[in-house]
Structures are given as C-alpha cells and as structure tokens.
C-alpha cells in the first residue's frame, strides 16, 4: 500500500501488525525484521514530515523489535541497537509511560550484555519515571530489579535494603503471588549477607503466600530452597 499511494506510514503499520502475528506464532526472528523495517519506514517518513506521530510510531517498532530480539532470540547487543534510540525519542516527546516501559526493556538488555553497572543505571532511570507517572506496579518492578543488579554486583546491603522496600510497597496491594516472588528474591540476599535467620522467615513467608495462592510449583521450589538453607546452616554448625 505504501508503494501505492507513496505514504511510508501506510506500508509501516501494517508492517507492525504483521510482526505482532508471527511473533504469536512463535516466528520470532520473521518478527523482528517486520519490526525493524517499520522503525526505518516511519524514521524516513518522520524526516520527510516531521509529523511527531510518526516519530512515536517508530520509538513503538523499536520497542518491539528489542524486546522480541531480547526474550526470543537472546540478541542482548540487538536489541539495545533499538532501545537506545527509542529512549531519546520518548524522553524528548515527554512521553512518560513509554519512557519507564524502555528503560525497564534497557536495564534488561544491558543485564544480559553483561553491563551490570549500565542495567543498574537503566533501573534507577525506570524507577524515578514510574515514579513521577504514578505506575505503582512498574515502581516495584524497577526496585526488585535494581536490587537484583546490586546484588551481582556485591552491593548486597542495598540489595537487601531495595528487596524490602520492594515487598513492603507490594504487600499494600493484592498482588500475593508477586510477593512471593519477591520474598523469595530477599531470602537469596539475606543468604549471601549471612543473614541466615531472615532469609529464613523471607522464605517461610514466601512458602504460605505460594501455599495460599495454589502454586504449587512455586511451593515446592519454596521448599526445597528451605531446606537447601538448613543444610547450609549444618554445615556450618558441623564446621564449629
């Protein structure tokens, strides 16, 4: 259509909604390039038009491609050939919501380049958007996700000081299966710190929630992680 009538955008979101299909379908890479293609569509018709929403539509196809070439194709340097860009364009657009949903998509991609101190960095940008938007959820995301960064980095104190803030902001909602989840997250920091007895309770809290929540995938692995955690502390009794 966009040969046709000479309009790049009307070849550009097709092309999306294309790329949105296979990647259903578990076409990933097909996806990626239906992507990409269109980011550099609505680029060339941005420069032609100068028409913001083009440039919004092609800050959206880079999102897109980098999170597909990220989860799907473990592209960790691919995908942050995209997100970048998209990063300045919806921090020049004020574009709040889409700003905090790319740098979340960064810190992840810097996470798995192996630039931990640039995923930190990402994280901590993501949290003050989600902040000053008011997406609670996002907030919490941001801050377990910076505290697990910390921790790889051997930053465990404030690991453990983000991980508890993370649970305490998640338990004023309903979210019981996601505090699980994160109670699980501040038993391994309370572990590496040697803090045996509250990754104890982090864990047993974390046990009842799964139980309460009917997960008992995540109660087994809750268990067995308990009792991973006695056998550390025989050890230790055994070593003195």
Known sequence: LGAVTGDLRHEA??????????????EYAAAAR????????LEASYDSTGTAEDEIGQGDALIMHGGVVRRRLGRAEDSLASLVPAEAIF???????????????LGAAYWGAGDLQQAAGAY???????????????E????ASLGVVYR??????????????????????DDLLGTAFL???????????????????????SLALRHDCGDAEGETAAAAALAA???????DADRH
């Open 13 to 26: 979101y097709p092309l999306i909604g294309v790329g949105t299909a296979l990647e259903g379908l578990g």
């Open 34 to 41: 239906n992507y990409l293609k269109a980011a550099r569509l």
């Open 91 to 105: 921090r020049n657009s004020g574009d709040v919501h889409r700003l905090g949903l790319v740098q979340m998509e």
């Open 124 to 138: 901590r940008d993501a949290c003050s958007t989600a902040g000053r938007s008011g997406l609670r959820e996002r």
């Open 140 to 143: 919490i995301a941001a801050l």
């Open 152 to 173: 790889d980095l051997g930053r465990i104190d404030e690991s453990i000081e983000l991980g508890r803030e993370a649970v305490e902001r998640n338990q004023l909602g």
């Open 183 to 205: 109670l699980t997250s501040l038993a391994t920091s309370y572990r590496m710190a040697g803090r045996i007895g509250e990754a104890r309770s982090s864990l047993e809290r």
């Open 229 to 235: 955690l006695t056998d550390l502390e025989s050890a």
